[in-house]
């Protein structure tokens, strides 16, 4: 698919849509729960499908309705559908539902597209190997039986924080408690809590003794629980820096006192001058010119693509910093920013753990970019195309789908121009 995007002044409102983070969890958490469980403000990305196709196959019933999902959990982990899990591209899908399907003892394989089997998974293999359990990565899917052990896990905390939370998911179905010790630095720390927070709706109990130590007592029992999944400052990113650089908007749906680790695009954006409404339910953004700064990228890697190209146009210079970690994304998140924004003359470098952009307030279009089979990378750009001088082409735009397949039409609604060629 191509899209077409023509220089546009935004104006109006938009719903943020739901949270894709929240609902991988509150979707897992509903399946391991014995009873009936309602979970509303589902959007139907390729990475949700992915784990609600998981968790079926693990022998939950879920019948979609609309934006809302009925999920019957299972009583017990005899009923598995089948031992082939899809994940497609959703790292989310495949590092959470691992520990999950060891339970069943059973020989299970994990498949999945593009990078996903190349993106770091050696956490998993370690920690099976020490159990004496069986676990076999090939570039086409990953092998694994037998049944994880309450133990005491020690995790590096700088490659992602899912290990932990995958974890987490099925060490309080063991009948012995476990503990897991981060090894600092601990980040994405934002991403634990959500989950601790979304487990402990659904009645599991798991707590930080400090920093760096979760206590996770075993004997525990997921309990059936009605859900609303709120909407996704990482999505909304998108449309603040839409707001901050292209004209004033208005984005709701969102709670404001959120936990979760992207919500930090309101202080960065605030930090380099832009002027921010708080609502309600979500915020205004006023245009701005953002002035030169240093941002720190520990706990919201997923804000690097959108945030390169606030600081393209931004006066001054700009440093991302903890980057790292946006090279084992959907893409290596950092050359592809990097290769398209030269493409339009954007002063912009990186080294292993930093990005560097000098801003400037106009660019004019090179015609056509690429999006590299990664949808925040898509997104990005398409931001970018808004600003410019004449019509931007982006090709590969299809893989939105895998986080936000309604972007294009959203940015319509708030009076972008834009045209959608799919191809045969």
């Known amino acids: 698919m191509k899209v077409k995007i023509y220089p546009s002044k935004c104006f109006g409102e938009i719903l943020i849509p739901p949270s894709k983070s929240i609902a991988h969890r509150a979707i897992i958490c509903a399946s391991l729960a014995d009873g009936k469980s309602k979970i509303e403000n589902i959007t139907y990305s390729d990475d949700i499908l992915a784990t609600i196709a998981g968790m079926k196959k693990l022998g939950a019933n879920i019948v979609k309705n609309k934006n809302t999902l009925y999920i019957e959990g299972v009583k017990n982990f005899s009923g598995i559908k089948d031992d082939i899990i899809d994940c497609n591209e959703s790292g989310s899908t495949l590092r959470f539902l691992i520990p999950i399907f060891s339970l069943t003892n059973k020989k299970i394989e994990f498949k999945g597209k593009n990078r996903l089997l190349h993106r770091p998974l050696e956490i998993y293999k370690n920690i099976f190997l020490r159990q004496a359990l069986f676990y076999k990565q090939d570039k086409k899917s990953i092998k694994i039986l037998g049944r994880l052990q309450p133990n005491e896990y020690t995790i590096p905390g700088n490659i992602s924080s899912q290990f932990i939370s995958g974890l987490l998911f099925a060490l309080p179905l063991l009948k012995e408690n476990s503990t897991i010790k981060i090894i600092p630095p601990l980040e994405s720390k934002s991403y634990i809590d959500l989950t601790i927070d979304t487990l402990k709706t659904f009645g599991i109990k798991i707590n930080f003794i400090n920093e760096l130590t979760i206590s996770i007592p075993g004997g525990q ?87 390169t190209v606030f600081s393209s146009y931004g006066n001054g210079n700009f440093k991302l910093y903890n980057t790292q970690r946006l090279r084992y994304k959907e893409s290596d998140r950092i050359v592809s920013m990097e290769k398209e924004l030269r493409k339009f003359g954007v002063e912009i470098s990186s080294d292993k753990n930093n990005i560097y952009i000098k801003g400037k307030t106009k660019y004019n279009s090179c015609g056509e970019v690429f999006g590299h089979k990664d949808h925040r990378v898509i997104m990005s750009l398409a931001i970018f195309a808004t600003l410019l001088d004449t019509p931007l082409i982006i090709n590969g735009a299809e893989f939105i789908s895998k986080s936000y397949p309604n972007f294009f039409e959203d940015l319509k609604k708030i009076n972008i121009f834009l045209k959608i060629y799919n191809e045969d």
């Open 221 to 307: 029992k997921y309990i059936p629980t009605d859900y609303k999944v709120e909407g996704d400052f990482s999505q909304l990113a998108f449309f603040a820096v839409l707001g901050a650089l292209n004209n004033t908007i208005t984005c709701r749906g969102l709670q404001i006192n959120s936990k979760q680790g992207d919500k930090e695009i309101i202080k960065i954006l605030k930090k380099t001058g832009i002027k921010i409404e708080k609502l309600k339910d979500g915020y205004r953004f006023f245009k701005g010119i953002p002035k030169g700064n240093i941002i720190n990228l520990e706990n919201c890697p997923d804000l690097g693509p959108i945030l």
